[in-house]
Structure formats: structure tokens, C-alpha cells
């Protein structure tokens, strides 16, 4: 049997007609940039994270660029994060010329530590920015109540956590700005690149639509330096598609969870911990075990697709030596770069795959 890890085939045949016709219709109107597909998947990723406002951008990682530069964060800015993390919540800090301060993860959820964050503000840090890892929201009551206390911009790295819940609140709609990715392999996924940014701040929403034209306002006059952010409307049409199914996705994905877990119970596989505060959509299935390049290679052979999520924690990286972070500094999110691993849990599996997963694993476990 061939289990991958993400298997986008099988989700495109179930959507193939209606992505067509939507592709084509944008194709024979010749919109080729903004336009009413991307006007209406803004309004509907706003109301589905109960935001105000909507702004599509060109990825996640536009969307979390795109943020800090409304914000106006540069050069002398602090912004305070989570070393485990994509590299491109870090990369944007660092591109704004804003300096990441790092705080260790809690090592159940891999989220940032919230406890931890009060400890890091200093004089010069204008925003916290949590990551919404795997599917599951950060902690936001303590990280609130902090930017509240020091007048802080929040930025919710949501970019694998579309509709995931916090304590009866979507994602996004917490902080300052909710930053989602349209990554092929996120739980809402375009067939190319694409992000949006929501928010409930209507200057900011202002801001930000002007940013993502080179922030010029009226065109060719130009107030500020912003980019080219902008969504792509082909990738808008066949995410409108998608939207309608995303709710019975994660559902899936959550049932396959459910299995799993299941199955793991009292075997030395550490299952997902998720928050009773948090509905979580499972981008990511991620479990810690004793020896896991070798179970990844066993696994590899074995035609299962299982990645790790990250290998090397952002204060390790070389371009990010010039923070001066070393070895042991956030020991918790080292420690989870060795021992964590994501296996299937996209929502096509069947129990027959799931079944050949858990053996595999559990086989070489024993
Ligand atoms: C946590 C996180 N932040 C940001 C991004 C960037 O999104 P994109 O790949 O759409 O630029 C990703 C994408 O994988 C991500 O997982």
C-alpha cells in the first residue's frame, strides 16, 4: 500500500467540474487581476473567521509582510515569537527590519509559551505575533492581556489554522490582524499560492488595501512603500469552490485524528494534546516518538508520507545568527525538532490506510 501524506488528487476529483467552470469563467472574462471572485472570498473568509474585514494576498506569507508593514513595523522594532515555527513568520519580522525576539514553546501544544512572553517586552517591542501550529490556536487570553497592558499589536500567524477555535473565538479575530495561508496543503488550499489578512480594525483594513498595491492611493501616487500582495483571481474562483467543503474537511481530519489517537492509546506514541479551550482543524497530524529519524525511515520505505514539521528551530538557523541565540536557549522547541513527526490525516484516508499507518508505526515500535 502507497499512503501519502497529503493526497490533492483525490480531493480534485471531487471538485474537478465546478473548478473548471470557475477557472474558466475568469479566464473567458479576462479579469486578471482583483475583480469580484477575490471581492467575494474576502467577504466570506471574513465571515467565516467573524471578521469585519478581508484582504486577499498573494500568500501567507504576503499576508504576515503585508501586516507588519500597515503597521508600520521597521528598524528598531521588536516583535516577539515562536522559534517553532515555517520560516516565514520569522523571515517577515526580519525583512521589515524588526528584530524577532524569540520565546520557548509549551511543550504540549508546540505553541508559544504565553506564560513566557510578558518576560520578553522591552521598550523597543511593538508586537507579539503567535503561530497557530498544526491546526490548534496559541493560548490568546494571557497574550491579550499582554499587548493590552504595553498598547502591543497582536498578529496571529493563523496561516494553518483557517476557522480553528479559541474559548468560542475564530481564529484571526483575536488579535490585531489574523494572517491565513492558501498553501495547496493547508486545510482551504489554492492550486497555487495566495493568503488573506482579516481583521475588525477598519483603518487598519484601509491601510492594508492600499499596501497591497505598492501603497499608492490614487494609483501612481504613492504615500507609502508597499508590494505587489496582491490575491490572484484565478486562485480566488477555485478556492470559492473549495470553501463550502472546508467545514466537512476538517471534520474529516478530525475524525481521522480521533482514530488515531485510538489506536496509540498506551503505546509509546505521543498523541496530539489538544487545549479543551480549542477546536483544532488538524493540518497537521503530529506525534513524538523515541527514535524518530529511524521511524521516518522505516516509514519512508514503507510508501507512508510523514514529514517533520520543523527540524530546526528559527534561533538555530544560520541567517538568524546575528540574533545571537544559541544552543539551548528554548530548550522545549528543541527538543520537539527531534522528536516530532506528521503522519496522514488529510480527509480522503480510509480506515484501511489509517489501520496500515498504525501497524507500520507500531511494528517498528515494538
Ligand atoms: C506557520 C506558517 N506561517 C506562514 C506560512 C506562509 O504561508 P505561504 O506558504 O502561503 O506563504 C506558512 C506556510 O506554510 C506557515 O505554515
Request: hydrophobic share 40%.
Amino acid at each position: 500500500m502507497n499512503v501519502p501524506l497529503l493526497d490533492l488528487k483525490a480531493q480534485y476529483a471531487t471538485i474537478k467540474d465546478e473548478a473548471l467552470a470557475a477557472v474558466s469563467e475568469v479566464l473567458e472574462t479576462q479579469t486578471c487581476i482583483g475583480g469580484p471572485k477575490v471581492t467575494e472570498l474576502e467577504g466570506k473568509v471574513a465571515a467565516i473567521s467573524d471578521c469585519k474585514f478581508a484582504v486577499g494576498a498573494s500568500s501567507g506569507t504576503d499576508a504576515i509582510l503585508n501586516s507588519l508593514m500597515s503597521l508600520d513595523i521597521g528598524p528598531c522594532d521588536e516583535v516577539i515569537t515562536t522559534p517553532f515555527t515555517f520560516f516565514a513568520t520569522v523571515g517577515c519580522i526580519a525583512r521589515t527590519g524588526a528584530k524577532p525576539v524569540f520565546v520557548d514553546i509549551d511543550p504540549q501544544t508546540y505553541n508559544i509559551d504565553a506564560e513566557l512572553v510578558a518576560s520578553a517586552v522591552t521598550e523597543k517591542t511593538k508586537a507579539i505575533m503567535p503561530v497557530h501550529l498544526y491546526g490548534q490556536m496559541a493560548d490568546m487570553d494571557p497574550i491579550m492581556e499582554i499587548a493590552r497592558k504595553h498598547n502591543l499589536a497582536v498578529i496571529e500567524d493563523a496561516a494553518q489554522s483557517i476557522t480553528s477555535v479559541y474559548k468560542g473565538k475564530k481564529a484571526g479575530s483575536i488579535g490585531t490582524v489574523g494572517c491565513f495561508s492558501f498553501f495547496p496543503s493547508k486545510n482551504l488550499g489554492g492550486v497555487g499560492d495566495g493568503g488573506m489578512i482579516v481583521t475588525n480594525d477598519e483603518q487598519l483594513y484601509n491601510r492594508l488595501v492600499i499596501m497591497r498595491n505598492h501603497g499608492s492611493k490614487p494609483k501612481y501616487y504613492h504615500k507609502y512603500i508597499g508590494g505587489n500582495f496582491r490575491l490572484d483571481p484565478i486562485q480566488a474562483a477555485v478556492l470559492l469552490v473549495k470553501l463550502p467543503h472546508l467545514d466537512d474537511w476538517s471534520e474529516a481530519r478530525r475524525r481521522n485524528a480521533a482514530y488515531y489517537d485510538e489506536k496509540f492509546k498506551g503505546t509509546a506514541v505521543k498523541i496530539p494534546y489538544i487545549s479543551p479551550d480549542c477546536v483544532t482543524i488538524y493540518n497537521q497530524y503530529c506525534i513524538r516518538v523515541p527514535k524518530r529519524d529511524e521511524l521516518l525511515a522505516h516509514l519512508q520505505k514503507n510508501k507512508i508520507g510523514c514529514e517533520v514539521y520543523y527540524p530546526v528551530p528559527m534561533h538555530l538557523q544560520e541567517c538568524f545568527k546575528y540574533l545571537g541565540y544559541t544552543q539551548g536557549d528554548f530548550p522545549e522547541a528543541e527538543k520537539a525538532a527531534k522528536e516530532i513527526m506528521a503522519i496522514p490525516v488529510y480527509p480522503e484516508l480510509t480506515d484501511q490506510m489509517k489501520d496500515y499507518v498504525v501497524e507500520s508505526i507500531l511494528s517498528f515500535l515494538r
